[in-house]
């Protein structure tokens, strides 16, 4: 079985008059577009990760998330197509009795056994350090390992080959959940260009420790071309201020493209108001844009998993031989 994904993905310029009275150039990457049901950075993250679970000869993926994660749901996605279980480790032991939101459902539709911890005993077990099951390959929450910067360094490496002369007018910026991806993006970047992370959560100034410790892991060094920005989380994780929605709305209806709003509008947001702010002129910015909307629940399944794809393109994925 396959987990392909269409790489590389399109590099899409932004047409607007705001950012050109800026002096801004902005261009989408569309990770977005990279799978179907293993969207964005989650399936650049996974796929180093896979080929090591397929490779080591594991029956199971485990992981950690949140009852909305975008992880776990890529995590079922991804175990189910390549035949493996999959085990999902949820926050809240009081959810264990509801009725499954739309994201656990999908999750358990794609075969994932869930398993609901009380809150307090969660945060200690989410990084996976702690688990130890046989035949598991573990995951901890949001995915970012060492092998998923490596993933999300191959982002960088195609916008190199994409945009040839990428240096030192070049700045890429994606949001920033546990900083997996924009430590990948930074360290795939030639020199001279800079990555720039959106913060999504509030910030305790933890985060910049973990994207250095992630690059040390991955790579041994840190490649001190990135910094995060603090001030477009808009109230914390999941908040979408109205102003916020207003925004993005007014994006999608203007470019065609649909904006993710939890993680890529708030990036998106940032880029607007560094470049109306003076920050970023002269620059050339690449949005990554790191994932799809969260489907509307209301509506019915479009496609099965794994049917889609775009057979003009060239191919690459994770395969089980
Ligand atoms: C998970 C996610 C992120 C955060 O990526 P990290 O590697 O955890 O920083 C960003 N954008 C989208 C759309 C996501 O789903």
């Keep these: 079985m396959l987990v392909p994904a269409d790489l590389p993905t399109p590099l899409t310029v932004v047409d607007d008059p705001e950012l050109a009275a800026a002096g801004v150039e902005l261009r989408l990457k569309r990770d977005d577009l990279a799978h179907p049901t293993v969207p964005g950075n989650k399936w650049r993250k996974l796929a180093p990760n896979l080929e090591r679970a397929v490779a080591d000869g594991c029956r199971a ?7 909305y994660s975008t992880h776990v749901r890529a995590v079922a996605a991804a175990a189910r197509a390549l035949g ?3 085990v999902g480790v949820i926050r809240g032991a009081e959810l264990a009795g509801m009725p499954r939101n739309w ?3 999908r999750a358990e539709r794609d075969g994932m056994a869930l398993e609901f911890v009380e809150r307090s005993v969660y945060r200690e077990i989410a990084s996976g350090r702690q688990e130890r099951r046989a035949g598991h390959f ?4 949001g995915g970012s390992n060492a092998a998923a910067v490596r993933g999300a360094a191959v982002v960088a490496e195609e916008l190199a080959a994409q945009l ?5 007018r070049d700045v890429v910026c994606c949001a920033v959940g546990t900083g997996g991806t924009v430590a990948g993006i930074a360290a795939g970047l030639p020199s001279g260009a800079q990555a720039l992370g959106v913060a999504v959560l509030r910030g305790e100034g933890y985060l910049e420790r973990e994207v250095a410790t ?4 991955a790579y041994g060094r840190e490649s001190g071309n990135w910094r995060l920005a603090h001030d477009w989380h808009g109230g914390g994780y999941g908040r979408v201020p109205e102003e916020l929605e207003r925004f993005a709305a007014r994006f999608e209806s203007r470019h065609g493209v649909p904006v993710e709003r939890r993680y890529v509008a708030k990036a998106l947001s940032a ?6 702010a003076g920050e970023l002129t002269d620059r050339r910015v690449t ?3 790191t994932g799809v909307p969260d489907p509307d629940p209301e509506a019915a399944p479009a496609a099965p998993p794994f049917a889609g794809g775009r057979p003009e393109r060239g191919r690459s994925g994770v395969s089980r031989s």
């Excluded at 573990?138 to 929450?141: G, Q, W």
């Excluded at 992630?214 to 892991?217: E, P, S, T, V």
Aim: no cysteine; hydrophobic share 55%; net charge negative.
């Design 84 to 86: 493996l279980e999959s």
């Design 214 to 217: 992630l690059q040390l892991a």
């Design 103 to 105: 994201s656990l459902a």
């Design 164 to 168: 040839p002369d990428l240096g030192a």
């Design 61 to 67: 993926l485990l992981t950690y998330g949140g009852a």
């Design 287 to 289: 949005l990554v844009v």
């Design 138 to 141: 573990v995951l901890p929450e």
């Design 271 to 276: 880029v607007y108001g560094l470049a109306r």
